[in-house]
Each structure stands twice: as C-alpha cells, then as structure tokens.
C-alpha cells in the first residue's frame, strides 16, 4: 500500500483530509484519538479495536492499514483495511464446483466508522481505487442493508465510475437476542407449546445422566487447550468438517485466538457434556456489551437428543445470569438460531471489481453457479424433497459414532 498519503477535500461546511497509515506505524496519538473514537462509537465491532487489529498483526500473515479521515486536528472516521489472498468459491448447493483466486482490499468492521457524509465516502474510495498496490477488488462484509454505506454504494456515481459492483449472494438476515428482564420473562415469549417443546428436549438430554449432564463455560487461558482437545474432536465428525472444508481444522491458529481472547477477559467458549463426553461446542466471546457466537457443532451421534438445541438454551440461561451483556448476537441466519431471536436485521456483502476481464470472468462463474443453484432448488423444492435430500447429504458425509450415546456410556 501507499504510505503516508494524504487527499484533501474542501466542502462548504466541512474540510476533510484522509491520511493512509500502516498499523504498526500509528502514532501515539493518533491513538488515543482512534481509542477515544472508539469510546464514543460503542457499535463498534471488535474488527475495529486496535488491540485485535494489532494481534492480526503479530501472527505474521495479514497487511493492515489504517485510513484516517481527519476535520482539522479531531477524528471525524476510520476504517481499517486488510490485503489478502483469498478465493471467490463457486458452488452448487453445498457442493464446490471451482474456486477463483483473489486478491483482495477488505474494508474491516463493516467498512469501519465514517460519518454518513456523501464527500466523505467519495474521498476514501476514490483513494481506494486510484491505490497502485495490485489488488483485484475491494471487499466489504456484514453491510447493514439499511445503513447509509450501502445506499451509497448502491447509487453514487463516482463509485459505479471507477468500479464494478457485485452481490455475491442475497443479503442475509443477522440474528440478535436482546437480554433484557429475566431468563423466565425470555422463555415466556414462546408459545406455551413451544416452551414444553424445548422443556421436553432439556428433560430428556438430562436424564441421560441425571446431575452429570451440563454446559460448561470456558473463560480463562488455562482452560483453552482442554476446550480445543474436546472442541475438535466434536468437528471432526460435523458435515461441515467432511463436506464443505470448514470446522475447527486449525487447532494451532485456533488455540492462538482463544488464548488472545481469554488474556483479553473476553473468551467465553461453551461444551455440553454429559459423564464427561463432549456433545456439543459453541467457541464465542464477549467484547463490550455484545457476546459473539463464532462457530458451533455437535457430534451426530447425539442428534436424537437435540444436543444443539439444549446447548443454546444453556447458554442463553448463562449469559442471563452470569457477566450478562446486552445483546447475544447469533450472527448469520440459520434456522437452528432462528427460534431464539428476537431481532434481525438484512445485512450484505459486496465485491467492487476494478475493470478488467478477470473481474468478469469471476463474477459471469460465480452468478451461473448461483443461477444453477437456485433452478436446482426450485425444482427439489417444488416436490416436496429438499429439506430430504439436504439432511441425507449431511448425514452420509459425518462421521456417525458406532451405537448410541447411551451405549457408548
């Protein structure tokens, strides 16, 4: 990247500059400028805290700038960036089909903390795409459908000039739980058949083993490696893991990360257990007054006692009464985390191609994968066969545990 660039742009009520720093290059005071930012922006996610950023830093594998829009000495906005290598995966269903390489510009925390001003924006991605570093497309995740940056993204112009808009798939419901009364006023929201539904489920995992049938929280760094060991032994046997590449297959990086968290007082990472075996993982931290689920499994021995289920409702109940922040965000849409929401909201990705064939090429794959995908599913779907055929492919692809768990005991 370019260093120590510096644009100005003259506005009838506003002057701004944008300064470009190397995260490992910023100032003392810049910051406490950036901290003090942070203070007064308490949405801010952890992606744009600089002791993360800084951890990033330290593992030796990411180039992390910082841009910082300045109105006179103060603050007025900042948005860290990250160049990396990564792939533009194009599937059918849950099947890989081909991956493209790219290396790509992404803008961290949603796009950062810029003030919703038209010719603030304007600035910083007229910077963006006029950098020399070679990169083929800027990058922005967990845009909120109805924040002012991706309206302009949407629509204004000097962007749509210099860059080539891409929706990679349809924006997605992100899953929020606000903790607010008690744990018992929570539950009673539910229809009372719901709330025997979910009764039932706790009632019959616990009498498995009457007293021995727990969820355990992991908070400390002496309590990470004993979490990975039981964590990715439960991965091993997910679909996820066997099917689509993903799981807890770094356990190296993995511990990395925790013991961050846990040095930090933020980990809080949960097993269910029952006599002692690992049934089911969630890893998620706590940062300010919001808890993160970061990823979650179960074994598929254990289906029939709707582990997952009993799990959530465990750690539900222990945020309620134990350290309790303000939301529990149970992140991208699935049905499993559906049920114990109480808040969504649309939030998007976009990819901003700068011109050329190759940009083409990847976007013209990625939507006919898409559009395949769909057709295919509107097809299963019309005959009744999808969620059938989507719960045989998981199935056939974990690791099942010979017998059942109360066998297995």
């Given at each position: 990247?370019e260093v120590?660039?510096?644009?100005?742009m003259?506005r009838?009520?506003?002057a701004y500059?944008?300064?470009?720093?190397?995260?490992?290059?910023?100032?003392?005071?810049?910051?406490?400028?950036?901290?003090a930012?942070?203070?007064?922006?308490?949405?801010?996610?952890?992606m744009?805290?600089?002791?993360w950023?800084?951890e990033?830093i330290?593992?030796?594998?990411?180039?992390i700038?910082v841009y910082?829009?300045?109105?006179g000495?103060?603050?007025?906005?900042f948005?860290?960036?990250?160049?990396?290598?990564?792939?533009?995966?194009?599937?059918l269903?849950?099947?890989?089909?081909?991956?493209f390489?790219?290396?790509?510009?992404?803008?961290?925390?949603?796009?950062?903390l810029?003030p919703?001003d038209?010719?603030?924006?304007?600035?910083?991605f007229r910077h963006l795409s006029?950098q020399?570093e070679?990169?083929?497309a800027?990058?922005?995740d967990n845009?909120p459908?109805?924040?002012?940056l991706?309206k302009f993204?949407?629509t204004?112009p000097?962007?749509h000039?210099a860059l080539?808009?891409?929706?990679?798939?349809?924006?997605?419901a992100?899953l929020?739980?606000?903790?607010?009364?008690?744990?018992?006023s929570y539950?009673a929201?539910?229809?009372s058949?719901?709330?025997?539904?979910?009764?039932?489920?706790?009632?019959?995992f616990q009498?498995?083993?009457?007293?021995e049938t727990l969820?355990v929280c992991f908070?400390?760094?002496?309590?990470?490696?004993?979490?990975?060991?039981?964590a990715v032994?439960?991965?091993?046997?997910t679909?996820?893991?066997?099917?689509l590449?993903?799981?807890?297959r770094d356990?190296?990086?993995?511990?990395r990360?925790?013991?961050?968290?846990a040095?930090?007082?933020?980990l809080r990472?949960?097993?269910?257990?029952?006599k002692?075996?690992?049934?089911?993982?969630v890893?998620g931290f706590?940062?300010g007054?919001?808890y993160?689920?970061?990823?979650?499994?179960?074994?598929p021995?254990?289906?029939?006692?709707s582990?997952g289920?009993?799990l959530q409702?465990g750690?539900?109940?222990?945020l309620f009464?134990n350290n309790?922040?303000?939301?529990?965000d149970?992140?991208?849409?699935?049905?499993?985390?559906?049920?114990?929401a109480t808040?969504n909201y649309?939030?998007?990705k976009v990819f901003?191609f700068?011109?050329?064939?190759y940009g083409?090429?990847?976007?013209?794959?990625h939507?006919?994968?898409n559009?395949s995908?769909?057709?295919?599913s509107s097809?299963v779907?019309?005959?009744?066969?999808?969620k059938r055929?989507?719960?045989?492919?998981r199935?056939?692809?974990?690791?099942?545990?010979s017998?059942s768990p109360?066998q297995?005991q």
């Amino acid at each position: 990247m370019e260093v120590g660039t510096t644009l100005e742009m003259m506005r009838e009520t506003a002057a701004y500059r944008l300064e470009l720093v190397p995260m490992d290059q910023v100032s003392p005071d810049l910051l406490n400028k950036w901290r003090a930012f942070l203070e007064d922006h308490s949405q801010g996610s952890p992606m744009l805290d600089p002791i993360w950023l800084q951890e990033h830093i330290a593992t030796g594998n990411s180039q992390i700038s910082v841009y910082f829009l300045l109105r006179g000495d103060s603050l007025a906005g900042f948005v860290p960036v990250l160049l990396s290598d990564s792939q533009v995966k194009c599937q059918l269903g849950e099947i890989g089909v081909r991956s493209f390489p790219v290396r790509r510009m992404t803008l961290l925390g949603s796009g950062g903390l810029f003030p919703e001003d038209n010719s603030a924006y304007e600035m910083l991605f007229r910077h963006l795409s006029a950098q020399k570093e070679r990169f083929d497309a800027l990058y922005l995740d967990n845009v909120p459908t109805d924040s002012f940056l991706w309206k302009f993204l949407e629509t204004n112009p000097q962007v749509h000039k210099a860059l080539t808009r891409y929706v990679p798939e349809r924006p997605a419901a992100r899953l929020l739980l606000h903790l607010e009364g008690s744990f018992e006023s929570y539950m009673a929201r539910f229809s009372s058949k719901h709330r025997q539904t979910l009764r039932r489920k706790v009632r019959k995992f616990q009498d498995l083993a009457p007293g021995e049938t727990l969820p355990v929280c992991f908070t400390r760094p002496d309590q990470v490696e004993a979490f990975i060991e039981q964590a990715v032994e439960i991965s091993r046997k997910t679909y996820q893991w066997q099917l689509l590449g993903q799981g807890l297959r770094d356990a190296a990086k993995l511990k990395r990360h925790l013991l961050f968290l846990a040095q930090h007082g933020w980990l809080r990472s949960y097993l269910l257990v029952c006599k002692g075996k690992p049934c089911a993982f969630v890893t998620g931290f706590q940062y300010g007054s919001r808890y993160y689920l970061d990823d979650m499994g179960f074994d598929p021995a254990w289906r029939d006692y709707s582990v997952g289920t009993v799990l959530q409702v465990g750690i539900i109940e222990d945020l309620f009464q134990n350290n309790r922040p303000k939301v529990y965000d149970l992140g991208e849409y699935g049905t499993h985390k559906e049920e114990f929401a109480t808040l969504n909201y649309l939030q998007g990705k976009v990819f901003l191609f700068r011109p050329g064939v190759y940009g083409s090429l990847v976007k013209t794959a990625h939507r006919l994968c898409n559009a395949s995908t769909a057709a295919v599913s509107s097809v299963v779907d019309r005959f009744g066969l999808k969620k059938r055929l989507k719960k045989l492919i998981r199935m056939s692809s974990s690791e099942t545990s010979s017998g059942s768990p109360t066998q297995q005991q």
